[in-house]
């Protein structure tokens, strides 16, 4: 005998895991270059650091009902909070009807693994190892044996090509102008993406990724954003008196771009591929 769930039901609890799951990711997001536990102690205000009622904590409706505002100090509670629990609750919602439930929980596994590390990288500069090594492993794991547009051959060759051409981009770079141009996190950040969506995952996020991070580190400098952002435990990135402000050498993360293009092909990668490569 097999229990079935009504469509409605499944989707209002695959929308409310979503939710959730985006609360923990931003969660994640704020403790983990702080080197603080995601387990202890309870979530609290960023600004006044206490804990924060069980109510404060339902996803998305806490947020509008506070209206962006902690409930104890009245400070602002940041806009990415809400967004993450807005974007990987509809995006949950989107994969629940648009592929098979083990390949949805695979495709919405690495799309909360890439809003971590877009955020971490974005406010520190690095993209933490603990998440792309094993995410690079389960994501090999996933493609064999969850995710069959996708299978073990092409997540191999992915994992090889992600990492590999981005290290080779980046070490032809540093060659040529004698300093770093890609960060060993990207390289782990593709690897993970070859993980889980194979080798056209790979190619499509290296170029959509590089579209819009041109375009997107144009704007990041022209708004100061590389002199402003913090560095990793709050030390600073560069030494004032090295500091250079130019735009061409202003330090840029790259680990946002990739992973909003990553994302974008786990989401869409049917409508993609029949687009982009005719089948």
Known sequence: ?????????????????????????CMVAYRLPRDLSIVTPRSYCESCERALPWWANIPILAYLGLRGRCVMCGAPIPFRHFLAELGLAITALYLYFAFPLPDAIARFVLCAALWIVAIIDYDWRLIPNIITW??????????????????????ILGIILGGGVLWGTGFFYQLVRGREGVGLGDVWLLAMVGGFLGWAGVFFTMFFGSVIGAAGGIAFALTGGGATAP?????????????????????????????????????FQPQLAHWYFGR
């Open 231 to 267: 560095a990793p435990l709050g030390e600073p990135a560069t030494d004032p008196e090295e500091a250079d402000v130019s735009i061409l050498k202003t330090e840029v993360p790259f680990g946002p771009y990739l992973a909003l293009a990553a994302g974008v092909f786990a989401v």
């Open 134 to 155: 094993p995410g690079t492993i389960v994501g090999f794991i996933a493609a064999s044996t969850m995710m069959p547009d996708i299978g073990w051959k092409s997540s």
């Open 1 to 25: 005998m097999t229990f079935d769930i009504p469509t409605e039901i499944g989707a209002a609890i695959t929308f409310l895991l979503g939710a959730s799951v985006g609360s923990f990711a």
